[in-house]
């Protein structure tokens, strides 16, 4: 599921048509609009979220407006926030070595202008 999810992910326009859904349910129509791509391509998109699970179609009449499955969605927040602790403990580490750095420069220019070696 995940690699599906990633995978449909990778395109730019599905990645713009998530973010569309992620203000709520749209039809194909609504969500073409803004590209200069046609419906047909925009549908083939949408069928790709659809087949990751990351979108569901919802039956109306004989409108078939698309939303988000935010339980798919979830999925791939949880996955990705075991990555964002670990890059969060990294970061805090280079800014400790950084941190470091600064004061070292900080204390070698106080002593030069004191006219240490």
Do not use: C
């Amino acid at each position: 599921m995940l690699d599906q999810s990633f995978a449909a992910l990778s395109d730019p326009v599905r990645r713009a048509l998530i973010q569309r859904l992620a203000e709520g349910e749209a039809t194909v129509q609504d969500l073409a609009r803004p590209f200069s791509i046609s419906q047909p391509a925009i549908s083939r998109h949408l069928k790709v979220l659809e087949d990751a699970g990351l979108i569901e179609t919802r039956v109306d009449g004989t409108a078939r407006p698309r939303r988000l499955k935010p339980e798919a969605v979830a999925q791939l927040w949880n996955w990705l926030g075991q990555y964002r602790t670990l890059w969060e403990v990294q970061f805090q580490k280079l800014d400790a070595v950084l941190d470091e750095i600064a004061d070292d420069e900080q204390q070698t220019s106080r002593d030069r202008g004191a006219g240490l070696p």
